[in-house]
């Protein structure tokens, strides 16, 4: 069975100033990760995800993730952070046994950017 | 090119009654799922489609919740009889296809709440 804990349920950060939101994940097989953003009364966008090859993935808006196999995490970074990126951001898993491309998520992160 | 659609936005039920969600998916996208967000909670697969086929359902509370793809495209998500804890915001999502190198797009969501 997977997992995935995002430890930080509220992020409060400065506008400009840089983040980065932890997730660690737990698998018995080879695993895809990816992190999702949820604005409010929308649907998740995907910002970026790892399958293989680099570990360090570029996302959309800015964002970054490092995969790091041995410490089992995903930490999203971002260097700068605009009032815009204020969201609810989601790590998620999967392993695609069996053909089914199911994503377990995490409880979520709300990132809150003040001015 | 258009997202995935859903209908209602909002739906707001007593206890023991019936509720019925639609989705359509983003054209030529074979899988379709189902995923309930409880609040505070990062999203749960109920159902997955592969055009008019169940690929997995393993989450799904079949003794209140059904679903159906009927011609592959769009679907509909059932609840009968609502409980208190069936409220949640109901997402539904595609991609071209079961493999988790194929992105899956979400909609808004039906945020259902049961009085």
């Known amino acids: 069975a997977q997992s995935v804990t995002q430890l930080d349920s509220q992020v409060p950060v400065f506008e400009e100033a840089p983040v980065e939101l932890r997730c660690n994940y737990s698998s018995s097989v080879s695993v895809y990760l990816f992190w999702y953003v949820q604005y409010p009364n929308q649907g998740l966008q995907l910002l970026l995800k790892?399958?293989?090859?680099?570990?360090l993935v570029k996302g959309i808006n800015g964002f970054e993730a490092e995969f790091n196999k041995s410490q089992t995490s995903f930490h999203l970074r971002k260097p700068s952070v605009h009032i815009s990126d204020t969201a609810e951001y989601f790590c998620a898993v999967s392993d695609s046994t069996g053909g089914g491309n199911k994503l377990t998520f995490g409880t979520g992160t709300q990132l809150k950017v003040e001015l | 090119e258009a997202g995935v659609a859903q209908s209602p936005r909002y739906k707001i039920i007593e206890k023991r009654q019936s509720v019925a969600f639609w989705c359509n998916p983003i054209s030529g996208h074979a899988t379709l799922y189902w995923y309930q967000q409880i609040l505070g909670q990062g999203p749960k697969l109920l159902i997955q489609?592969?055009?008019?086929?169940?690929?997995?359902d393993s989450q799904l509370p079949k003794d209140r919740f059904s679903a159906e793809r009927l011609k592959g495209v769009d679907s509909t998500l059932k609840i009968q009889p609502a409980k208190l804890e069936d409220s949640a915001v109901y997402l539904c999502a595609s991609s071209l296809g079961t493999s988790s190198y194929y992105e899956q797009y979400f909609g808004p969501g039906t945020r259902l709440t049961v009085t």
């Open positions: 489609f592969q055009n008019n086929g169940v690929v997995d």
């Open positions: 790892y399958l293989s090859g680099s570990t």
